[in-house]
């Protein structure tokens, strides 16, 4: 009976720790991240989803979910979930931005594109926008991302190598050099 309790007793320490150690990124509203901005100037990161779609649920379970890709978002960039077809309202840059044919009763499924998203021309989901210090459009990246394929963007925006890139050939010789390390 001992080794049972003992056993209990392990397990539980296990858990706790797996817990603890756990890091998430810190999901705030548009709204929130552009109050933040305002007092302490840092990117902004807008996951794009939508509630049906597949590849924006593997996004979360499969790349968002990585502990160092989670420590660099938190570090470098305010980031935001946003539902691209949600009833949120927004007010970037002193334009109040909703979903005015939003319907309740498609919560759950397809509905109509919210104001922002069409104002960043975002049309596939999931895309990721990125913003810049004053909330200037910097770039969307659209499609399912790994942590090792996000990794990639997540640099070239927070660090602004983007500012050195003039061109395709100049990307893709970036694009070549870049060795990731988010994974474990």
């Not at 998430?24 to 990117?43: C, F, G, R, S, V």
């Not at 909703?98 to 109509?112: F, I, V």
């Not at 975002?122 to 770039?139: D, K, M, Q």
Request: proline content about 6%; aromatic content about 14%.
């Amino acid at each position: 009976m001992q080794t049972m309790h003992k056993l209990k007793y392990i397990l539980i320490l296990f858990l706790v720790s797996v817990f603890v150690n756990a890091q998430e990124i810190n999901w705030l509203t548009m709204n929130e991240a552009l109050a933040k901005q305002k007092d302490q100037p840092k990117k902004i990161m807008i996951d794009m989803y939508t509630v049906w779609c597949g590849p924006c649920k593997m996004l979360d379970r499969n790349t968002f979910s990585n502990k160092k890709l989670a420590e660099y978002v938190n570090a470098n960039y305010y980031a935001v979930k946003f539902n691209a077809e949600g009833d949120e309202s927004v007010d970037f840059k002193g334009q109040p931005l909703s979903n005015p044919k939003y319907d309740p009763a498609k919560a759950r499924r397809r509905n109509s594109q919210h104001q922002l998203t069409g104002y960043f021309g975002v049309s596939a989901y999931p895309t990721i926008v990125f913003l810049g210090e004053n909330a200037e459009f910097l770039a969307p990246i659209p499609g399912y991302k790994t942590p090792d394929q996000l990794e990639l963007y997540l640099k070239l925006f927070a660090e602004d190598h983007y500012k050195t890139i003039t061109s395709q050939k100049a990307f893709n010789e970036y694009y070549k050099a870049f060795k990731p390390s988010f994974n474990p």
